[in-house]
T-cell receptor, first 113, second 115 residues
Framework: SQTIHQWPATLVQPVGSPLSLECTVE??????LYWYRQAAGRGLQLLFY??????ISSEVPQNLSASRPQDRQFILSSKKLLLSDSGFYLC????????????FGSGTRLTVV | AQTVTQSQPEMSVQEAETVTLSCTYD???????LFWYKQPPSRQMILVIR??????QNATENRFSVNFQKAAKSFSLKISDSQLGDAAMYFC????????????FGEGTQLTVNP
């Protein structure tokens, strides 16, 4: 069966420090991968998505970047965190078919201090 | 661009009663899918129910059912026999029937279940 792993679960980082959040999917190949951010328990904002290795699309220009070095690995990064980067980050995957919706990881709560 | 609107930021229901959460969406597409996701305090996103736009029959999953009105672009979620474990944030979501499409979420409705 397919599973998605996301880590770390919680992270507290000082302003100006780098960030690396990792997401991996098991049990499938060539998934579509997504990074979402959720602020204050409200709606989800799509940050990045990828339909293949090295293929990254950005929805919102900001202080973050994403990479997909392997088929089932998706990384969210920042060189210098801002206070406004605080939030709950969710990784998700789907097959190429929209019918099945997305399967989400358990999320990372990031607090920038 | 597609938009999803949930006009009820908060709702409450008595245990064992029925509650309906509202969702409207805007799209020019004819083929798409709609979803309701549940996010409990753990913040794990859980798929509750999905509806294919080409199907006239409303989807049902145990105590959860939808009222899909395609012409009105309305997609409400009905929870019957509400349980304490149903307390969560509920998100309505839309995606086009195209490979690689992105899921668009509403702002969510916080459901409280009172004992």
């Amino acid at each position: 069966s397919q599973t998605i792993h996301q880590w770390p679960a919680t992270l507290v980082q000082p302003v100006g420090s780098p960030l690396s959040l990792e997401c991996t999917v098991e049990g499938t190949s060539n998934p579509n991968l997504y990074w979402y951010r959720q602020a204050a328990g409200r709606g989800l904002q799509l940050l990045f998505y990828s339909v293949g290795i090295g293929q990254i699309s950005s929805e919102v220009p900001q202080n973050l970047s994403a990479s997909r070095p392997q088929d089932r690995q998706f990384i969210l990064s920042s060189k210098k965190l801002l206070l406004s980067d605080s939030g709950f980050y969710l990784c998700a995957w789907t097959t190429g078919f929209s019918l099945y919706g997305y399967t989400f990881g358990s999320g990372t709560r990031l607090t920038v201090v | 661009a597609q938009t999803v609107t949930q006009s009820q930021p908060e709702m409450s229901v008595q245990e064992a009663e029925t509650v309906t959460l509202s969702c409207t969406y805007d799209t020019s597409e004819s083929d798409y899918y709609l979803f309701w996701y549940k996010q409990p305090p753990s913040r794990q996103m859980i798929l509750v129910i999905r509806q294919e736009a080409y199907k006239q029959q409303n989807a049902t999953e145990n105590r959860f059912s939808v009222n899909f009105q395609k012409a009105a672009k309305s997609f409400s979620l009905k929870i019957s026999d509400s349980q304490l474990g149903d307390a969560a944030m509920y998100f309505c979501a839309y995606v086009r029937e195209t490979s690689g499409s992105r899921l668009t979420f509403g702002e969510g409705t916080q459901l409280t279940v009172n004992p």
